[in-house]
């Protein structure tokens, strides 16, 4: 009788404690409640963090599409290209023959330092051999990355070299630039290219407008192209170099109805060069600030096709395990009170498929095509604006598809332009590391008459027959890319790449025919 009386004190002890768990507590929320229950209760054993680390994404993805969750293993490689800097050795390298051959040392870098050179393949890294062995290129950039200060050996194999030269690289600080090109394109022209609006941003580009203003321009061609965005406060010191004082750059707007609003100070110092910017579906966020400040204060011409449409504003909060979440918490609006987010109210799926729908709906061909909101809004001077969906260009530029061929097609899809272009360069490395100046890459190319013929015979050995007629039709696409790729692996990088393509490329060459005007 005594046992049976433990037995049933024990059955209700559990019910009791059962049911305490199962009552939420005073003020708790049906997430928390459900989180406690399952970590009490659930017939398995559940990890919190595991759990937290599926919900927080679902949670977000029912607010907007820019409101996202960073893992901790994730926070450093997102949040790089927009602090402007890495550890590392300081070169860029390609892998497309599955061995790392340096395209570029960065100047005065920790591997130019060390006596790494351009066309230098990195057969073994420490201990292990690299080459040959199909590793996947992040896994590559994970072993010659390290914190600063720490050492990593390279055994490379250099063209005239007997055998494998050893290199000890002591990493260190490596900055990411935002600005990609910045030379001038035609006299009195500038041309100027930028990736991100990243910490730096703002300053590259005042040191590269200086010199540019320097060498005599007087109107600025600004490409914007592709360029996702970044930093607000970097949108709106740019915008402030062009802009005279008191000009509206951008405002924001919360929950709660409170605007911000930001003005120029006139002390940008290149508010009397002419501007045409380039803007296309990869330009968002900052960009579209930037663009929409342009284009509402009259102060340059947008050209291009339209922007992205991302008018939300993200604050980013810290978790005390290193992960992040980056919240929307405004909405940014242009001058002219456009705001320029495009709609998300049918759910994920069907924003992510927007540049998809542009394409399919012959927008990316066709200005007449492009399905806008038609509440007007009005620049200063009273031109017609639209929002409701990105920035709207003042010259639409459409998808250029002239030069195509199935020959083109065929060598572009088995990536034999650029293999080409290594191939090229090992043959000529001593006349690329020479070339330090535009005059000096443009004499070098034009001393290769006959490069694109060249090219057909390395297709033909890699299995591509030559079709002369499509190759006459794609003989001008092939000599830019030939050329601006040869260009990117000097020292000039970019400023070496757009400089040869630019003559293929049509929204570039409308905004070279505006800026006569």
Known sequence: MKKLSIVVFAFVLGLVAVACVSRPRPAEDKLSYTMRLIERLYVDPVDHDSLTELAIPVLLEELDPHSVYIPARDRQAVSEPLEGEFDGIGVMFNMLTDTVVVLNVIPSG???????????????????????????????????????????RLDIERRGAQTLVPITVERGVIPIKALDAAFMIRPGVGFVRLSAFSRSSASELFVAMSQLVNEGMKSLIFDLRGNAGGYLDQAIAIANMFLPSGELIVYTEDRDGKKVREYSNGRGGFDDIQIVMLIDEGSASSSEILAGAIQDNDRGVIVGRRSFGKGLVQREMEYPDGSALRLTIARYYTPSGRSIQKPYDHGSAEYQMDIYNRYSGGEMFAADSTRQDTTKYYTRSGRVVHGGGGIMPDHF????????????????????????????????????????????????????PRLVDDFVRYAARNGVEPDYKQIAVSREIIEAQLRALIG??????????????????????????????
């Open 110 to 152: 920790p591997s130019d330092k060390a006596g790494v050179q351009n066309g230098d393949r990195i057969i073994r890294i420490d201990d292990s051999l690299v080459a040959g062995r199909k590793i996947p290129q992040d896994k590559v950039v994970r072993r010659l990355r390290g914190p600063r200060g720490t050492s990593v």
């Open 397 to 448: 530029v459409p998808v250029d598809t002239l030069g195509m061929s199935a020959y083109y097609m065929k060598v572009n899809g088995l990536n034999l332009i650029y293999r080409y272009v290594l191939d090229w360069g090992d043959r000529h490395r001593t006349q690329m590391n020479a070339v330090q100046t535009l005059p000096e890459l443009e004499a070098l190319l034009d001393g290769q």
């Open 488 to 517: 990117r692996n000097t020292a000039l990088d970019y400023n070496g790449y757009y400089s040869q393509i630019y003559p293929i490329d049509t929204t570039i060459e409308k905004a070279l025919e505006l800026s006569k005007n």
